[in-house]
């Protein structure tokens, strides 16, 4: 299979995995990644009218160049989730709120700056800097930074980097911490469950004092057996099984547009849970809302 007859066959959702071509793009890696670049680059420039075509090349892109640990991919992945808004998770579907974190860290090489960057864009979509916060947590997993590095930055946002008010990014940021034992940053996350910061209906102060419990040695082995804390390493096994793929008579819509994109997945809650999570409610409408996006999954 040529490049361009590998290229036809991921540009759109045709109902059905296209595995042959997949492993013909691996097998091909030198030569279809400069072509796989240029639909990064074609995405990053047209976001908005993918979701018109059903366009899915770009997502097999990031896999792919992820798998490859492709350098130049990382500006492009960034510039791309930078966009403000939901239209970059209208036309990636679950890939953020599952991957983007393993994705940016396979292509950063233990380069943090343009995660960082996308953490502090006050523009940018929520769920994409949250899932550029848990990117952190694999560059620590794959021993390409320190924890203490990472922990250190984690705490400049607790102590002013992040504007202290209830969000998202507050929850993200004590689950990333916690998976790194965050002793140094106990009085700053138990200031921001008093100053409100945090939704107990995602995760506990108690959740984390338990982690801490646990020690340092025994949460870092298991965060290195954590899958969702690896770097991409087979594209094929890592989409072969999206509902996407199901066939035209199991899917709710028989059209292949991007609405077919939106719901990849049929396993995998977005993060691990840790011990004795919290069933309590939230305490207004606005905190119902926004914990039950948290932790939205999209399930057939």
């Known amino acids: 299979m040529d490049i361009p007859d590998i ?13 042959e071509a997949v492993a013909q793009a691996i097998e091909q890696r030198e030569a279809i990644t400069p072509e796989l670049l240029r639909i990064l680059e074609y995405a990053r420039d047209n976001v908005e009218h993918l979701s018109e075509t059903g366009y899915m090349a770009h997502i097999y892109a990031m896999y ?13 992945i960034v510039q791309f989730f930078s966009t403000p808004g939901k239209i970059t998770l209208d036309v990636t579907g679950d890939v953020v709120t599952e991957d983007l ?3 940016l860290a396979s292509v ?7 995660i960082t960057s996308l953490v502090e864009n006050e523009q940018g979509n929520e769920y994409v800097r949250d899932a550029a916060l848990r990117s952190l947590v694999t560059v620590v997993a794959c021993g390409e930074q320190t924890r203490e590095d990472v922990l250190a930055y984690y705490q400049s946002l607790f102590q002013g980097g992040l504007p202290r008010e209830f969000s998202i990014l507050w929850n993200g940021l004590v689950w990333s911490s916690t998976h790194l034992c965050p002793e140094e940053l106990y009085q700053d996350i138990k200031q921001a469950y008093e100053d409100g910061l945090v939704e107990t209906g995602v995760i506990r102060l108690e ?16 965060l290195s057996h954590n899958q969702r804390y690896r770097l991409i390493t087979d594209t094929i096994s890592e989409m072969e099984g999206w509902a996407c793929f199901r066939s035209a008579d199991r899917l709710p819509s028989p059209s292949h547009t991007a609405t077919s ?13 840790l011990p004795q999570q919290s069933k309590q409610k939230p305490k207004d409408k606005r905190k119902r809302k926004l914990a039950k996006a948290s932790r939205r999954k999209n399930r057939r």
């Open 108 to 114: 950063a090489h233990g380069d943090i700056g343009l």
């Open 207 to 222: 959740d984390v004092e338990e982690t801490l419990a646990r020690g340092k040695e025994r949460v870092l082995d298991e």
């Open 64 to 76: 792919l160049l992820a798998q490859f640990r492709e350098p130049r991919a990382y500006p492009l």
């Open 261 to 273: 994109v939106r719901q990849p997945r049929t396993f995998a809650p977005v993060r691990q849970t």
């Open 101 to 103: 974190g393993r994705i």
């Open 7 to 19: 290229l036809k066959q991921l540009e759109v959702n045709e109902g059905s995995f296209p595995q």
